[in-house]
């Protein structure tokens, strides 16, 4: 087959847009061959439990699942009764960017809090988690966060401890989206258990698409008593993949030895060397700390316009001008350098 793209040419809209890693691929091809168990009793699932609690403690339990969005939502699902409802920061992808699934699909009420920089609080939290036994209010039972978060910021494991406490405090639990957890953890040079098992997360939406892998995240358990009933939650939101070896073949490869992490820094470095290099451009202002891969932007509509003609980005406000650069592990350093040209370029036109 002939490819139908450029292979050289790389996008700034997302780290969805990069293709699959080398190693990746080299596991698929490693697990095809033969046969085995379908439904997730194969050896590379039986595997994989080991590998996720390396990396999260031995009460980890992984399901792998198809994307993120019914990562979020199964866990979700999982953790609440009809009744319950999840507390998010506005800004949440389960609120913005899922297409309304935990609410169609899941049959979740969401709870959501504006907040400054995509992070919730304890006193953030507090904004909505009341009504409790009130019969006319959805109960408040999740407080669902993510890191990195959807504005590029990272949650320390201080301050997602200090969400867990005040969360179980007040009987709530609290579901991690990781998305982009691996790039969190490189940015703040912590082991992944810091910033999820040891603060006291209890349920984790982990990501493998957006750090390398074809496709594949995962359900992760770690507090057995904050998730009922996923191996059937799983399956009746079609998420059971039939030829799951291929899903688990990919996190082994990820995560047995140092793949995540080497990805997670190359996008994060390159999400730094692109936020230095355009916060030298007379003109452009980066609203937002860059603390992963993702830098975020303010340009002149005009600006934006040309410069999307060269280069694929998404506009994140219209009214402000704002637009989102996102870096991926494939991300080199001479892609940023012509991008930030560009941007250079299109600046002084
Ligand atoms: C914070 C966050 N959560 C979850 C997801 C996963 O979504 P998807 O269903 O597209 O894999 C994304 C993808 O962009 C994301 O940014």
Redesign the pocket.
Known sequence: MIPRHDPQLKAFA?D?YAGVHPEILQAIVQANGGHQIAYGDDVYTEALQQVFQRHFGDGARAWPVF??????VVSLRAMTAHWEAVICAES???HT??GGAPEVAGGIKLLTVPTPDGKLTPELIDRQAWGFGDVHRAQPKVVSI?N???WGTVYTPEEIAAICAHAHELGLLVHL?G??LTNAAAALDVPMRALTTDAGVDVL?F?G??IGLLYG?AVVVLNPSAATGVDYIRKTFMQLSSKMRFVSAQFEALLSGDLWLRNARQANAMGRRLAEAVSRIPGVTLPRPVEANAVFAILPADVTERLQKRFRFYTWNEATGEVRWMCAFDTTEADVDAFAAAVAEEMRA
Request: hydrophobic share 15%; no cysteine.
């Open positions: 997302s969805n994307n993120g969005t019914a990562a979020n949440a992808h389960i960017d899922e993510s990195t978060t959807e989206d998305s982009r939406s990501g698409t957006k995240e």
